[in-house]
């Protein structure tokens, strides 16, 4: 395939970054927005971070306490059967009543690395966009950056005990930001925006999560001012018995190529092995779905994409076209980043092979 990955990779890891208090410890430095400001590379990063427990039969979560505008942290035992403790992402009652939900055991802020060469980042000290309201409780996560004129909007997940829904947030310099607020309620995640408007709208990639029927696949909606968003319409779905099976969403921002537009998604097989792959849509109707991958363009071979917090994982989460190359950065094993390089013309060619 002419995958090229970054023999510094991965390029970030949780050792890389500081946590933003003493008594938590960082576990996951993945999943970040990537943009291209000036001379520089930003990732934004999910950093995951857990209040340190030295009792290894005590889990701890952290809650953001929105009336004492700080957070909050909640103490469990292992030996409690009231809860589940088998997924090491949650705590989740083993009989739900009214009013329970599933704890997480680490709550995401967003930081900024930056970069000049692309694999040698610099983090910053304290978090970019933390928690601060209701809907933000359990953390903020997955963002994703689309830059539109001089302005770089920022998609991210809010994740509180009334679900996962999309925030819009906004920034020119990557050190002032404006919050626009929620424009998509739960259960909703993996939202890209189009870097320009098409036909006079502009457009946005999302992922829905049916409680009935349907699976979580992959929508398009469109907008008048990016903010509120309509009329829209099932994209693409799961594939019965291939590497797309279970679930997918969109992964990087689309990449505008003479072919149509270029999106790099990620999807799970029923293994929960998460690939990464491509899909082509119409340039003037971005709801057309001109060919896609009927074979993964990534998948996770490198220890550090097969082994973490969560192994198996590939998931792609910025694009950079520079020149005939596509430089794709990715969250390996819920854990950390890495990059890869590859060419343009091999992504088109695997297109429906």
């Given amino acids: 395939m002419g995958v090229y990955r ?69 103490t469990f035992h292992r030996n409690d059967q009231r809860y589940d403790f088998s997924d090491p992402r949650s705590i989740a009652p083993v009989e739900r009543r009214k009013g ?19 694999r040698h980042f610099r983090v910053d000290e ?3 966009l933390y928690p601060q309201t209701e809907l933000e409780t359990f953390g903020v996560e997955d963002a994703r950056v689309t830059q539109i004129g001089d302005t770089y909007y920022i998609t991210y997940s809010a994740v509180s005990a009334r679900g996962v829904g999309v925030v819009l947030a906004s920034t020119k ?100 092995r998460y690939c990464v792959g491509a899909v082509l849509l119409d340039l003037e109707d971005p709801s057309q779905v001109l060919v896609r991958s009927r074979h993964p363009i990534l998948v996770p071979e490198a220890d550090y994409e097969t082994n973490g917090f969560f192994g198996n994982v590939v998931f792609p989460c910025g694009a950079l076209l520079q020149g005939d190359t596509v430089q794709v950065y990715y969250g390996v094993a819920d854990t950390s980043m890495a990059c890869v390089e590859i060419p343009l013309q091999t992504i088109l060619d695997s297109l429906g092979s």
């Fill in 126 to 128: 304290r978090p970019f």
């Fill in 6 to 74: 970054y023999p510094e990779n991965p390029i970030l890891t949780p050792a890389d970054v500081p946590p933003h208090r003493d008594d938590f410890e960082v576990i996951g430095v993945f999943n970040a927005g990537v943009a291209k400001y000036h001379d520089e590379i930003i990732l934004l990063l999910r950093v995951a971070e857990r209040p340190v427990a030295e009792d290894e039969r005590i889990v701890k979560a952290a809650i953001f306490d929105v009336s004492a505008k700080g957070l909050r942290i909640e």
């Fill in 100 to 118: 329970d939900f599933t704890y997480l055991t680490s709550i995401s802020h967003l930081r900024i690395a930056r970069s000049v060469d692309g």
């Fill in 173 to 272: 310099n990557f050190h002032d930001v404006q919050r626009h607020g929620m424009i998509l309620p739960p259960e909703n995640k993996d939202v890209v925006l189009f870097p320009e408007p098409i036909g006079g709208k502009y457009y946005c990639l999302h992922r829905p999560v049916p409680s009935g029927n349907g699976s979580p696949d992959i929508w398009l909606a469109e907008s008048s001012d990016l903010n509120h968003w309509g009329n829209h319409h099932h994209l693409m779905g799961c594939r019965p018995e291939a590497w797309d099976s279970r679930r997918l969403g969109a992964g990087a921002p689309p990449l505008r190529t003479e072919h149509g537009w270029l999106e790099l998604y990620h999807a799970a097989d029923e293994d929960a």
